[in-house]
């Protein structure tokens, strides 16, 4: 959680973190608490630089986990120095990691915007119709794997010139008619595949979506959806 980086910043740079604990939320360890949570052990006024990490505790007495992972807290600042969150990851997996984010990051790229869809599911009701002739909306849960899906239904269209003339589409609106990659927005914690990205000539992008537009530098868009749909981005998500 974003909002818990400042925290455990703080705990990293100004104590000593000696082991952490991680129990699921099936492990009953403790009576009345069906929550995923962790256990920290830290001595103030000391800097952590390598801790350990048991994952999948079912058991304290005696100590029952599913694998122990030492982490060096120089290779946080790298795979996560904004959220400061901790990868759960064995050796070969960190070391992974730290090639990946030596290169930049989407968002340090300007000629590739990530943005979300245009279009409020909330406020834009009274755009929607039925008649193929409009633009067809991309909602998040038409998206799967390379291609949009509507799962059988009859896809909603929507009146463009009415949320022009309504001053709803604004400067998104020069991304209607050009190509760009979609993905949801949310994406449920228990699926294997997470990351699912789509390309579209053309359409309304609902705001339960993102979107991906490259810019006037030579990016290969078919290439992107390929890197996006990737295993590896998918773990590393």
Known sequence: DISCSGLRRHIFKSAQVSNIYCIPEDARVFENVSQAFCIMGIIKGKKTEQFRVYDGVVSFKPLDYRKEIDIVTQGIDKVAPTS?????????????????????????????????????????????????????????????????????????????????????????????????????????????????????????????CNFISVGVRDFDIYYLLGLFNSHLLNWRF
Not at 151 to 171: H, Q
Not at 181 to 192: H, K, R
């Open 84 to 208: 400061y969150a901790i990868p759960i990851c064995d050796e070969i997996e960190w070391a992974i990691l730290l090639k990946m984010h030596m290169f930049p990051s989407l968002k340090e790229i300007p000629e590739i915007l990530n943005l979300r869809g245009e279009f409020d599911l909330t406020f834009g009701k009274k755009f929607l119709g039925k008649k193929s002739g409009e633009s067809v909306l991309i909602r998040g849960n038409h998206i799967k794997s390379y291609a949009i899906d509507f799962n059988r239904e009859t896809p909603d269209y929507v009146n463009k010139n009415e949320m022009r003339a309504a001053g709803i589409l604004g400067s998104k609106e020069q991304y209607l008619n050009r190509p760009r990659i979609v993905g949801q927005q949310i994406s449920n914690m228990g699926l294997a595949k997470r990351l699912k990205f789509a390309l579209i000539e053309k359409g309304v992008v609902a705001n339960s």
